[in-house]
């Protein structure tokens, strides 16, 4: 199998730099996860198939995959799963490799995600209208119209707010994920 960056494969370095990643190896391929995900019909390759690819060895093909990019992140795979392996968090993993590697094709959800944890880092939860706005204007401008009115109707009646909030203990927020990033720093990915 070819060997990455340390000599480790392609799939130590996924299973490393995932919390409880070693149960990926008792995968049973039972499809349960790809079963219960609401972004099946738009993934390329359903976890199931994308966790093969990984023992595989197919690193390429797999931080190329639009999957990771369309999981949600709702956990329901993560339940459902009979061997308890963190899909959903593996698929944040392979997120993170993509684009260290520059693998992903759509900048889209790369931007839109950025956006969502520079306003979570900025106010500690996210802030609608304006991740909204920013993502359709500088992807899809055309789509500013018909959600402009949507969005108006969700401010007046209070679904929507017109400015970001910050949360109480803002510092702390920012203390746990200053810590955070440190880890990350330290795995290889
Ligand atoms: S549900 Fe779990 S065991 Fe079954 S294919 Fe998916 S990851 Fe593997
Ligand atoms: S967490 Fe992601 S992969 Fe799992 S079911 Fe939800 S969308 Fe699908």
Redesign the pocket.
């Known amino acids: 199998m070819p060997e990455g960056p340390n000599g480790r494969t392609f799939y130590q370095r996924v299973v490393n730099a995932t919390p409880g990643g070693k149960s990926l190896a008792q995968c049973l391929q039972c499809g349960s996860?790809?079963g219960?995900?609401?972004?099946?019909p738009d993934?390329e390759h359903t976890?199931r198939q994308l966790f093969a690819m990984i023992m595989a060895g197919m690193e390429d093909e797999v931080l190329s995959s639009n999957?990771?990019w369309?999981?949600?992140?709702?956990?329901?795979?993560?339940v459902?799963c009979p061997q308890q392996i963190p899909?959903?968090d593996l698929?944040y993993t392979l997120k993170q490799m993509a684009i260290a590697r520059g693998k992903y094709r759509e900048s889209g959800h790369v931007d839109f995600s950025s956006s969502f944890i520079g306003m979570v880092e900025r106010f500690g939860r996210s802030f609608e209208l304006g991740l909204a706005t920013r993502y359709h204007l500088t992807h899809n401008p055309l789509k500013m119209v018909s959600k402009g009115s949507l969005g108006l109707q969700m401010m007046l009646k209070g679904r929507l707010s017109p400015l970001p909030e910050s949360i109480r203990n803002m510092p702390q927020l920012t203390a746990i994920l200053t810590e955070a990033k440190r880890i990350a720093a330290q795995q290889e990915v």
């Open positions: 996860c790809g219960s995900c609401p972004s099946g993934m976890p999957t990771p369309h999981c949600v992140s709702c956990y329901y795979c993560t459902r899909i959903t698929m």
